[in-house]
């Protein structure tokens, strides 16, 4: 989960992912829709467990959007996605490297 946060994030940070190509570039839709689908699955995977990251990290929600995302109910939310790959995904792939430091993981 935390490499494909962190790969999505620097995607975003270094302009390879903008929010215009996330309207007319398929190959960045693809990214922008397949990377959380698999940051949910993991999550999906992790909450099966009962296994707790921290306490802001919720990982129902997580899993959640990868559902929607997946099923396509509704079709896909391009707001959502969007919301996702330029503030949760970063914010996340933050909040996950802190945990692995703090557990000498990286």
Same mark, same amino acid.
């Given at each position: 989960m935390y490499e494909h946060a962190t790969e999505l994030a620097s @995607? $975003? &940070?270094?302009? &390879?992912?903008?929010? +215009?190509? @996330?309207?007319?570039?398929? =190959? *960045?839709? =693809?990214?922008? *829709? &397949? *990377?959380? +689908? =698999?940051i949910g699955e993991q999550a999906w995977q992790l909450r099966k467990l009962a296994y707790d990251l921290e306490p802001d990290i919720d990982l129902a929600e997580i899993a959640g959007m990868r559902h929607r995302m997946v099923h396509h109910y509704e079709g896909i939310d391009w707001g959502v996605v969007y919301e996702a790959t330029f503030e949760d995904v970063p914010r996340l792939a +933050?909040? @996950? +490297? $802190?945990i692995m430091r703090k557990r000498h993981l990286i």
């Open positions: @995607l $975003g &940070k270094s302009e &390879k992912i903008t929010p +215009e190509k @996330l309207g007319t570039d398929s =190959l *960045v839709q =693809l990214a922008t *829709v &397949k *990377v959380p +689908e =698999l +933050e909040a @996950l +490297e $802190g």
